[in-house]
């Protein structure tokens, strides 16, 4: 199955840069060494193409060749970008130890994502309480940006139209999918107590809790996330709510000024 570039992809202004992110963004998601025909497969690039950009991406120490298996990886270079990213994120910086309270505090696992409109959500901070059992992602993990909590958080706080939410809501992949009337009367929500949940929707029996940030007016820029057994933090959960609600408001307040 052909895995279609993403419509940026198709119409950006430097097609050689939008198909080395979209290099480098499958051989993060699948964590083993592709060839070069699975990789132009996935993505749907002529493999002559898909070979040019590999090897401008080799030599940038970005991506790994394995001559035995004729395959490529994910090489440091990358590592290294992202580090340098990290150290000058005031989101990053701000938000891990907010993250980590809140973790140890309720015993979830608690995340920090960057948004991007009505395109993708990535995870950029994460925190676990380091109880026997939770549930875990990795920084650097890439969603739809409508999925879950964060979503109606996006929903609620973007402006955006019906016309422009429902196709993407329509695409989206649920355990438990509620119907666009239930959606959007939790994005209303939302909109009234700053905080969205998702119980049990997106991933059966685990509840989702997230609050937007604010860089600068307008559209939020970060959501925090608290993630946890539902049955576990039923009890819990309108004060996880004012935990979240509380330190997004208090990041906002930091990032803008």
């Known amino acids: 199955m052909i895995a279609e570039l993403a419509p940026e992809t198709k119409?950006?202004?430097?097609?050689?840069?939008?198909?080395?992110?979209?290099?480098?963004?499958?051989?993060?998601?699948?964590?083993?060494p592709m060839g070069v025909q699975a990789i132009a497969r996935e993505l749907g690039l002529v493999p002559?193409?898909?070979?040019?950009?590999?090897?401008?991406?080799?030599?940038?120490?970005?991506?790994?060749?394995?001559?035995?298996t004729k395959r490529y990886a994910l090489d440091a270079g990358v590592l290294t970008l992202a580090r340098h990213w990290l150290r000058h994120d005031a989101f990053h910086e701000l938000a891990q130890p907010v993250l980590d309270r809140i973790a140890r505090e309720?015993?979830?696992?608690?995340?920090?994502?960057?948004l991007f409109g009505l395109d993708h959500i990535i995870v950029t901070a994460m925190s676990q309480s380091g109880a026997t059992f939770q549930l875990s992602t990795q920084v650097g993990s890439r969603f739809p940006a409508l999925v879950s909590a964060t979503g109606r958080c996006i929903a609620a706080f973007g402006g955006w139209s019906d016309a422009q939410l429902k196709p993407r809501f329509d695409r989206l992949r649920w355990d438990e999918a509620p119907?666009?009337?239930?959606?959007?009367?939790?994005?209303?929500?939302?909109?009234?107590s700053g905080v969205a949940v998702d119980a049990g929707h997106y991933i059966a029996g685990v509840t989702v809790v997230a609050a937007p940030v604010w860089k600068q007016e307008g559209r939020p820029s970060h959501a925090l996330v608290a993630i946890g057994i539902g049955s576990a933090i039923r009890e819990d959960l309108p004060r996880i709510k004012a935990a979240l609600l509380g330190a997004s408001r208090s990041l906002?307040?930091?990032?803008?000024a």
Do not use: H, M, N
Not at 106 to 114: E, H, I, K, S, V
């Open 252 to 256: 906002s307040e930091q990032l803008s």
């Open 11 to 32: 119409t950006s202004k430097a097609p050689a840069i939008a198909r080395a992110a979209a290099i480098l963004r499958l051989l993060g998601k699948r964590g083993t």
């Open 179 to 192: 119907t666009w009337e239930t959606w959007k009367g939790q994005v209303e929500e939302a909109r009234t």
């Open 106 to 114: 309720f015993g979830l696992t608690t995340l920090g994502a960057q």
């Open 48 to 68: 002559s193409t898909c070979l040019y950009v590999l090897r401008a991406l080799a030599e940038e120490e970005l991506v790994a060749f394995d001559a035995d």
